[in-house]
């Protein structure tokens, strides 16, 4: 449906919001089964002690179609009130076609352009928020934007270093133009493509195939990660990202209420806060509970600050995320009147 462009005054921003995550909880005892590690190591190095795991009988597109639903119906809106659909995720339900075709075909909401947005890894949702974003100003749509991730069915269960650190889950936000709508005042954004071969999964594409031979060695589901440079990467991308976006936005980090970032692991996150000399209630964290969810993360966090009332009307509220790529955004965010709370859990 095409709608007229957002008359003035009418903020354009975050209309709903959704999460799904998973019934399993996973301790981090549970991993000793699977690799040489406890509790104790795995919390020294990332902070996280649980994280929720996809039931056998869940693909990313059921997950992403629960948080779907949470959003509209947080929104008040139905299928139908749906213009276009943005779904950034780096575990897909399948290689082709996107997951975000599976889900408009089940969410019911008509023969809408829906595409995902992948390979952007951690920083996927608040990218697709930027591009709902530009959809609304120029052409008047309500986006569905959803952030997904089922990565524990895709990675190596046997690397203590990286599997320890992700969990499932989804998270959703409908945007678009309205009186009430958690209002986007600017967004940054950026790559180096130069860093991309020290965080990804590179089984899989047309540069190395899937074959038997990789399958037995279990490379297909090695993720490469160089630890180190991640950790600095993540540090200076998602500071620098954040006082970017406050100057575009003309404000300064004293007049910031929280800071909502990627959850990564909870080194990371210190790391940032005190590069920008935040302290510990400024800033939301919740990767203790849920571990690495990528995209996932950030409307995942956003929610539950908003669900513990750590949000009040007219805060301004900072995004900042950053993922394989290396991609890096940043969002800023003013809360008007506070929607409804159903998440879909």
């Not at 659909?85 to 897909?92: F, G, K, M, N, S």
Request: contains cysteine; negative net charge; aromatic residues 6%.
């Amino acid at each position: 449906m095409h709608r007229p462009a957002p008359l003035d005054g009418q903020p354009i921003g975050l209309l709903g919001l959704g999460i799904y995550l998973p019934d399993r909880v996973m301790t981090n005892d549970e991993w000793a089964e699977y690799v040489d590690t406890s509790d104790e190591w795995i919390v020294a190095r990332t902070g996280i002690h649980t994280r929720r795991i996809a039931a056998d009988d869940e693909s990313t597109a059921d997950l992403a179609l629960a948080a779907a639903g949470a959003a509209l119906a947080d929104g008040g809106f139905e299928p139908a009130d749906i213009d276009e659909i943005v779904l950034a995720t780096d575990t897909p339900e399948v290689f082709a076609p996107d997951t975000a075709a599976y889900v408009q075909a089940r969410l019911g909401v008509g023969q809408i352009p829906c595409y995902d947005l992948a390979g952007s890894g951690c920083a996927g949702f608040v990218l697709a928020l930027d591009v709902a974003r530009s959809r609304a100003l120029a052409d008047g749509r309500r986006v569905l934007v959803i952030g997904v991730e089922l990565i524990t069915r895709l990675m190596n269960w046997k690397d203590r270093n990286t599997c320890v650190l992700f969990g499932d889950a989804a998270g959703a936000a409908v945007v678009g133009s309205g009186a009430g709508a958690i209002e986007i005042l600017a967004a940054t954004a950026g790559t180096d493509g130069t860093r991309s071969d020290i965080l990804g999964l590179e089984t899989g594409g047309t540069r190395q195939p899937v074959t038997m031979e990789r399958v037995r060695q279990g490379l297909h589901k090695n993720l490469v990660m160089d630890g180190r440079e991640v950790f600095r990467e993540a540090v200076r991308r998602m500071s620098e990202a954040s006082l970017r976006v406050l100057v575009k936005a003309g404000v300064s980090m004293d007049d910031v209420a929280l800071v909502v970032p990627h959850q990564a692991n909870l080194r990371i996150l210190n790391a940032v806060a005190a590069r920008l000399g935040l302290s510990e209630e400024r800033v939301f964290i919740n990767v203790q509970q849920y571990g690495n969810t990528g995209s996932a993360s950030v409307p995942v966090a956003l929610w539950e600050a908003r669900d513990q009332g750590r949000i009040k009307p007219g805060d301004l509220v900072l995004l900042t995320a950053f993922g394989a790529g290396f991609h890096w955004a940043a969002m800023l965010l003013r809360f008007q009147e506070s929607p409804g709370m159903d998440s879909g859990c």
